[in-house]
C-alpha cells in the first residue's frame, strides 16, 4: 500500500523530492501541465524512466471496433480512444558518452515542482554518472496558457566536475505506446500503431513531423525549434518518419553550463490539408521563438495572476489542505483554459484512464467551477457540446426520441458507451448539460451565448425529455426505464435527480425561448410548444416516501431489499469488482451520491428538514466506490450542519487524486473529483447555492479552518467573499449593485465597498448519520494507509 | 418473400420435388436427421451445392473468447460454439468423368423424402449429364436411432444410357466451414479451422480419422466402412490430415446398377486417449457392418414403430396439420433420443443457429412432449443437467448465491451468455429444470431418478431461491431484479412465473427430500431448510392489478406506458431489430407469452375467470417476436374456449419451420417450438393438464378438426386419448388403474377397457381477445406469404 502525502506542502505548489521506481506513473499525472488543447504529463525530459508517456492533444483519437458478446439495436459500432500526440517533450542528455539515467550511477538529489502561480513544472537534478562526472540538469516545463499550440521546455545542464562532453538530443517521438487501455486485442489493435507518416521538414535546429491516423483520418503536425546559448560546438537536426531529433554538443568546463529552449508547436485537425497543417504549426512555433522562454512565462504568469485574483481559495487553518484545494482549481483551469471547441475530459488531458472521454462529470463538476472563476473556459466547453448537436439528433432519432440525445461517453461527440444500462439510458447527462448552460447563462449575463449557444441546446433537450416520458392518467408525467448518476442502480422509474433536472431543463427552456423568441422561432418552436413544457415541467413525478418521510432516489427505491453491509468486507470495495450488476441494481445501495446530488443542484425543491432527512438516510447507503461522491456529499453535510462531517469529506475528495486514494491515479488525474472539491469549499463551507432563486451564502467556518475567502467572477464583475470568526465580508469588484441573500435575508452589495454581516449561530443538526460499515471517510482513510 | 409450403403433404413424411437454389439450406435443415447424438443436415450426398454442410456432433464444441465493448464482474470470459465434426455423408460421383452436379447437364427429376416412420432421408435423382450421359441415383439415408455412433447410407447409382463410367468417391471431410455466427472476428477466428489432425488409419475399403479440437482439447473420431455390390471394377482408400476417401470404379451398361452402403462411426470425447476413441469408432463400425443397411433399416423402423405406438396424434380434418403435428414430433425425437447424458439444443442438431446452445426451452418445452412420449430420453437430458452440477453450483457461488444457477446458454454446463440482463439474471432456468424434474417423476413414477437424480437439483435449486429472494417487513418474499421469460422485459421485481416456478420449486423440493430422507441428509438438508422451502413458497408474491383485476406479469407491471403499437409498422418487427432494448423493457410489450405461460404451467393457481382475463389482457401486447409464444397461446386460447384462436396459433407453432414464417430456418429448426405444437394437441385441443393435482383432460374438438387422438407414456403404461364427436374415449394399456379427472370430475382408468366419457357443451368464451395492430395470426401468416 502506498503511504499517504509524499508531496512537499506548500501553499503555491506541490513538490516531490526524491525518486522512488514504484511512483513514478503517480508523479506523471500529478505534476501534468495541460492547457486543454496540449497535455504533458509530468515524465522526466530523458525520457526513461517511464510508465506513460502521455502527451496528448485534446480531441486526437483513433476509432477502433466496438466489440459485443451479444449485438443489440442502437449499439455503437466504433468506440473512440486517445492516443498519444507525437511526443516533444523529450530531451536526452548524454555525459561523457553515458546516458544520463536516474536509475544508474549516484542520483544526488532530485525535486520537481509544480507552480501554481507560474503555471510550470521545474525539475533540478544533481547526479554523477557510473563514471563519475557530476551534472545538474534544470529544467522547466510549461504549457502555454496564452499560446494554445505552444508547450516550451527551459533545459540547462551545468558541469559540476568537469571537463564534460555534454550531447543533448531533443526529440520529437511519434508512435509512442499507449497502455493496454482495453482488455480486447480487437481493440487495441489499431490503438497500437496509429498514424501513417505524412510528411518532415528539417531545418539546422528543428523539425516538423506531420502524421495522419488510420481511421480517424486526423491530420497532426508537430513542431520544434531550438534557442541554445552557452557554448555550443555543433548543432544539427534529423528526422525519420516517426521521429525527429535535434543533437546539440559541447564540451563543459566544472561549472560552466549549457541552455537549451525548446519551442514546440501543436496542430490537429480532421478537415485541413497536411500542408495548411505544417503551415500553422511552424507559425505557432515563430511566434514562440520571438517571444522567447522569458516572453512565454511571463505571459503565463499574467494568464494565472488574472486567474487567481478572481479564483484564489484561502483556507486558514489546514496547510495541507490549503495546498490540496489550489491544486484542485490549478487542474481544474489547466484541463480547460485553452480546451476552444474541444471537451474536457474525464481524466483532462493527464492520462489514457477512461481512454480520453468526457462524460457528465464536466457539466456537473467542473462546468460550475469553470462558469464562476474562468468562464471564457466554460463558454468554449459548451460551445463544444452545441457544435455536436448534428450526431445528438441523430443519435436521438435511432433511439427513436425527438430532440437531441447527447452522448454517455466520447471524444467526437459520438456515443461511444459499451454498456447501455450506464450509457445510453443514463439520459440525465442532457438535462446535466442544460443545466450547464442556465447556470452560465445566469452567472455571465451573456445573452448573445443565450442566444446563439444556449438556446438551442436547451429546446433540442427539452424536446428528448417530453418524446422519453409519458403523462400517466392521473396526470403525471413519468420518465421510466432510465438510469440516474448512481452507478449501483439501473433502468429505474422515475429517478428523482433525472426528473428534477429534467424539470430545470423544461423550465428553462421555456424562459430562454421567451427571451430570444425570434431565435426560438428559427429552431420551430412554438407557443404551444413551450406550453407544453412548462405544464410537463409541473406534472414530472417526485417519488416520496411517506411512511418512512423521505424523497426516493427513484420509485421504489426505499422498498428495495438493503445492501448487507455487515457481510462485506473491506477487500469487497469496490464492490462493482466483485459483485454482479444484477445484485447491485436491484438493491439499497449506492456508489455515489444520486438523491444527494439532487439535495444540493435542485436545493429549491427540498425544505431544509426534507434535506437533512434524506442526507442522514442515504448516508447510510452511500459506498463513495466513485470519485464523484465525497465532493456531493461534503457541501449536503454542510448545509445541514453536519460541519465535522462536511470537513471529513472534502479532505478526502480534496486527496483522492493527491494520496491516490483509489489506487489508480496512474491513469490520470480525476478533474471532476477535483472540481468537486471547489464546490465543496465554496458551496458546502461557503454556503453558495445559485439557482432559479438566485445567489445565496450561508458561509459557516468548521475546525480547523480559521478563515475562508474565496472569490467569483459574476456578471462580468469579481465578487470576494471572506470569512472570519463570526463575520462575513462580501466585496464586489465593480459595476451595478448585485443582489444576493446572506442566510436567506435580501442584501444589495455595490462595488468597491465591502458589505460585512454577522454569521448567525449554528442550529442543533442532530446526531451524526452514519455510513455503511467501513465506509465513513475515517476508515476508508485509515484502510488506505495501511 | 418465399412462398408457404413447398412440401408435398402426406400423413407420414414430407417430401420436396424439384430443386431451387434459393431453398437450399431450408432443405437442408428441414431434412435433417439426428439421433440427439449425431446430427446431419439434409444436404446434397454430392457436397454441392450447399449453403451450410452441417455434421455435428452433441457436445462437440470450441472455445473462443467473448468480447465486451465494457468488463463486467461475472461476465464469462469464453463462450461455446458448435462446430462442425468431420462429415461423413459426403458421397461425389463421376459420370463419364464428368461431375454428377445437379446445376449443370439436365436435371430430369429430383426429389427427398424424410420418413417418419421408416426414420430415413430418401433422395431419387435422374440427371443427364452436359456429355448426354442419363444416370438414376437413388440414396437413403439413415442416423440409427439403435446404434447411437452410426450413420448410414445406402447409395446407388443405374446407368439409364450407356454404357457410362461411373466413379463412387465416399468422403469423410474435416475442416468444412462455419457460417459466420458471430459478427465479432475474435470469436470467429478460433471456429474457422477448430482442429488440429491427431491420426489417420486406411484400409482398402475405409478410413479412420482422428482430430481434436485446439482450443476445447475435444478428441474426435469418425469411421467409414464401405458394402459395395453390382460390378465393381476398383476399391481403394486415400486419406490427409483433414479427408479420407474411399473410390470405387466402375463401367455401367444401361440398366446396371452398384450399389455403395456406407457405414459412418462417430466417437468424442475430452477425456478418451486417441487411441481409445480410435478403437471405439471401429468396434461402432464394425457391429453396424456385422448388421448391414437392412439389419440397420430393421432396427430403425422398429423403434420408430415402437415410439408411435404410444406417441402418434392423429388429427382429421386438417391433412397438413397432421403432417406438421408429426414432422415436429419426429424432430423432437430426433433431438434427443440417444443425445445420452448430453443438452438438447435450441436448433437440436439441425444446423449452427445459436451457436448449438441450450436453453431453458430444453426443459420447458422439450421435455414434457417427451417425458410423455419418450421418457427415456427426457431423463437423459435431465441427467445431463445433473452433471453440470458442479459448474452451476461454482457460478452460483461467484454470484454469492447458495446451491446451483444454471446457465442461461451452454454447451458444456458453463454459462455462455453474454448479455446477463437477458442471460444471468433469467434465473427461471432454476426452476424449469427443477420442474422438469418433478414432472417427469410423477409422469413416470421413476423414484430411483428421483433419488438418484432429481433430488440434488430440487435442492441446490431450492436453496438458489431462497439466497435470491428475501423476506419483507410484512412477511412477504420477494424476487426483485431479475428477468422472466419474456425478452422484451429484463431486471422487473416479483416476475409471476418465477414466482410460481420457484414456488414449486420450493415445494417439490420438500417433497422430495421429505421421500428421500437419507439421500437428502446426505445433501445436507436438515428438517428446519425443508420448511423453510415450504414457508417460503407459501409467502411467496404474487403481484396482482386490483383495479384492472389481472394479474401483474411483474410487479408494476400493468402500470407501464402502453407500447405504441399503431405508431409501430409491419417492418419494424421483430422489434428488437428496430427498437433500443431500454424502451421496449420501460413499456407494456411482450415479445412472448409470460404471465400467459404461467396461466399453462401453474394452472392451478388462477381460476377459470382469472385465467380468461389474463389471457385477454396480455393478448392485447404480445407481438410474438419469439418462436416460443404460439403454442402456449393455443393452449391457453383453447382453455378458455376461444377454440378458433386456438387453432390459429396451432396453425402458427405447427408451420414456424416448414412454412419458414420467420426467414431464419436456414439456421436450423427450432426445436422447442415444434415441442410447443405436442403440448398445444394435447394440453390446449386435448385439454390435458398436469401438476400437483394430478391428471386431467378437457378435450374438445373445433372445426376443422374432426377427430383428435393422441397417446402418453405414463407410469410405464400407455394411455391413448380418441377424441371424436361429444365423446372422449380413454385406453389405458396394462398395469394398475390410474385416477384421472375428466372435466373435473374423477374417473379411474382401467386397463385394456376403453372408458368413453360424453364432453359437456362448451360454454360461452366471451368476445375474441384482440392482437396488436398487424400481430394477430392470420395477419403475420399473411404479411408472411406477401
Redesign the interface.
Known amino acids: 500500500m502506498p503511504e499517504i502525502s509524499p508531496f512537499d506542502v506548500s501553499p503555491w505548489g506541490i513538490g516531490w523530492s526524491g525518486w522512488e521506481p514504484s511512483r513514478q506513473a503517480r508523479r506523471e499525472s500529478v505534476f501534468s501541465l495541460s492547457n486543454g488543447h496540449i497535455g504533458w504529463r509530468g515524465t522526466l525530459d530523458e525520457g526513461d524512466p517511464c510508465e506513460t508517456p502521455g502527451a496528448y492533444l485534446n480531441g486526437l483519437f483513433e476509432h477502433h471496433p466496438?466489440?459485443?458478446?451479444?449485438?443489440?439495436?442502437?449499439?455503437?459500432e466504433h468506440?473512440e480512444t486517445v492516443v498519444n500526440a507525437p511526443d516533444g517533450k523529450i530531451i536526452r542528455l548524454l555525459v561523457d558518452d553515458e546516458p544520463f539515467d536516474i536509475r544508474e550511477g549516484r542520483l544526488e538529489s532530485h525535486e520537481q515542482q509544480l507552480d501554481f502561480r507560474a503555471g510550470t513544472l521545474r525539475r533540478d537534478v544533481r547526479w554523477t554518472s557510473p563514471s563519475g562526472a557530476t551534472v545538474r540538469v534544470e529544467s522547466v516545463r510549461l504549457v502555454s496558457l496564452t499560446h494554445r499550440a505552444i508547450a516550451a521546455i527551459d533545459y540547462r545542464v551545468t558541469a559540476l566536475s568537469g571537463p564534460i562532453d555534454i550531447t543533448v538530443l531533443s526529440e520529437i517521438v511519434a508512435d509512442e505506446p499507449l497502455p493496454d487501455v482495453h482488455?480486447?486485442?480487437?481493440v487495441m489493435e489499431p490503438l497500437r500503431h496509429p498514424y501513417e507518416p505524412i510528411d518532415r521538414v528539417v531545418t539546422k535546429t528543428g523539425a516538423t513531423l506531420v502524421h495522419r491516423t488510420k481511421r480517424s483520418r486526423i491530420g497532426v503536425a508537430v513542431a520544434m525549434e531550438h534557442a541554445i546559448s552557452g557554448a555550443a560546438s555543433s548543432v544539427e537536426t534529423e528526422a525519420w518518419e516517426d521521429e525527429a531529433r535535434t543533437t546539440v554538443t559541447t564540451r563543459l568546463a566544472a561549472g560552466d553550463s549549457i541552455r537549451v529552449v525548446k519551442f514546440v508547436g501543436h496542430e490537429w485537425s480532421d478537415d485541413l490539408t497536411d500542408a495548411a497543417l505544417r503551415d500553422r504549426v511552424e507559425a505557432a512555433v515563430a511566434t514562440a521563438v520571438r517571444l522567447g522562454w522569458e516572453g512565454m512565462a511571463r505571459e503565463q504568469r499574467a494568464y494565472l495572476d488574472d486567474f487567481w485574483d478572481a479564483a484564489d481559495v484561502e483556507l486558514e487553518g489546514d496547510t495541507q489542505l490549503q495546498q490540496a484545494v489550489r491544486f484542485a482549481l490549478f487542474q481544474v483551469l489547466q484541463s480547460a483554459a485553452r480546451a476552444d471547441l474541444r471537451s474536457i475530459p474525464g481524466k483532462g488531458l493527464t492520462g489514457p484512464g477512461y481512454e480520453g472521454h468526457t462524460f457528465w462529470d464536466a457539466e456537473t463538476f467542473v462546468l460550475p467551477v469553470l462558469t464562476y472563476t474562468a468562464p471564457e473556459a466554460a463558454a468554449h466547453a459548451l460551445r463544444w457540446r452545441h457544435s455536436t448537436l448534428d450526431t445528438a439528433r441523430e443519435r436521438a432519432q435511432q433511439?427513436?426520441l425527438d430532440g437531441a440525445a447527447f452522448p454517455w461517453r466520447t471524444i467526437s461527440g459520438r456515443e461511444c458507451?459499451?454498456?447501455?444500462?450506464a450509457?445510453?439510458?443514463a439520459f440525465h447527462i442532457n438535462a446535466d448539460i442544460a443545466a450547464a448552460v442556465t447556470r452560465h447563462v445566469r452567472a455571465t449575463g451573456d445573452e448573445e451565448f443565450e442566444r446563439d449557444v444556449g438556446l438551442e441546446i436547451l429546446v433540442e433537450t427539452a424536446r428528448l425529455w417530453v418524446s422519453l416520458g409519458?403523462v400517466?392518467a392521473g396526470g403525471v408525467f413519468?420518465i421510466?426505464?432510465?438510469t440516474g448518476p448512481d452507478e449501483y442502480s439501473?433502468?429505474v422509474?422515475d429517478n428523482t435527480f433525472t426528473n428534477l433536472a429534467a424539470q430545470r431543463n423544461l423550465r428553462g427552456a421555456a424562459d430562454a425561448a421567451r427571451r430570444h423568441n425570434a431565435r426560438a422561432r428559427e429552431l420551430g418552436v412554438r407557443d404551444d410548444e413551450i406550453g407544453r413544457w412548462e405544464i410537463i415541467a409541473d406534472a414530472i413525478a417526485l417519488p416520496y416516501d411517506e411512511e418512512r418521510r423521505v424523497h426516493q432516489q427513484a420509485a421504489?427505491y426505499t422498498?428495495?431489499?438493503r445492501w448487507d453491509f455487515e457481510a462485506t468486507s473491506p477487500e469487497q470495495y469496490p464492490l462493482?469488482?466483485?459483485?454482479?450488476?444484477?445484485?447491485l441494481?436491484?438493491?439499497q445501495v449506492l456508489k455515489q451520491a444520486d438523491l444527494v446530488l439532487a439535495l444540493q443542484l435542485f436545493h429549491e425543491a427540498f425544505t431544509t428538514e426534507e434535506t437533512a432527512r434524506a442526507f442522514a438516510y442515504y448516508e447510510e447507503l452511500t459506498v463513495r466506490d466513485s470519485s464523484l461522491s465525497a465532493s456531493t456529499q461534503s457541501v449536503v453535510a454542510a448545509w445541514v450542519g453536519q460541519s465535522e462531517l462536511a470537513i471529513e469529506y472534502l479532505t478526502e475528495a480534496a486527496t483522492i487524486d493527491l494520496d491516490d486514494l483509489r489506487d489508480d491515479v496512474d491513469d490520470g488525474l480525476h478533474i471532476a473529483a477535483l472540481g468537486g472539491v471547489w464546490t465543496a469549499v465554496v458551496s458546502g463551507l461557503g454556503g453558495m447555492k445559485d439557482g432559479p432563486n438566485g445567489l445565496e451564502f450561508c458561509p459557516r467556518l468548521t475546525a480547523p479552518i480559521t478563515r475562508l475567502a474565496f472569490g467569483i467572477r459574476i456578471g462580468g464583475r469579481m465578487l470576494r467573499v471572506d470569512v472570519s470568526g463570526d463575520t462575513a465580508s462580501y466585496t464586489l469588484s465593480e459595476g451595478a449593485p448585485l443582489p444576493i441573500r446572506h442566510f436567506g435575508a435580501a442584501v444589495e452589495l455595490r462595488a468597491g465597498k465591502p458589505t460585512r454581516l454577522p454569521i448567525p449561530p449554528a442550529p442543533d443538526p442532530g446526531p451524526r448519520p452514519s455510513q455503511p460499515k467501513g465506509r465513513s471517510p475515517q476508515e476508508v482513510r485509515a484502510a488506505k494507509g495501511d
Open positions: 466496438m466489440p459485443y458478446a451479444e449485438d443489440g439495436y442502437g449499439y455503437p468506440g482488455p480486447d486485442e480487437r433511439l427513436h458507451s459499451g454498456y447501455w444500462p450509457g445510453t439510458v409519458y400517466d413519468h421510466d426505464g432510465i439501473a433502468l422509474d421504489g422498498d428495495l431489499e462493482q469488482n466483485h459483485f454482479p450488476y444484477f445484485d441494481y436491484r438493491k
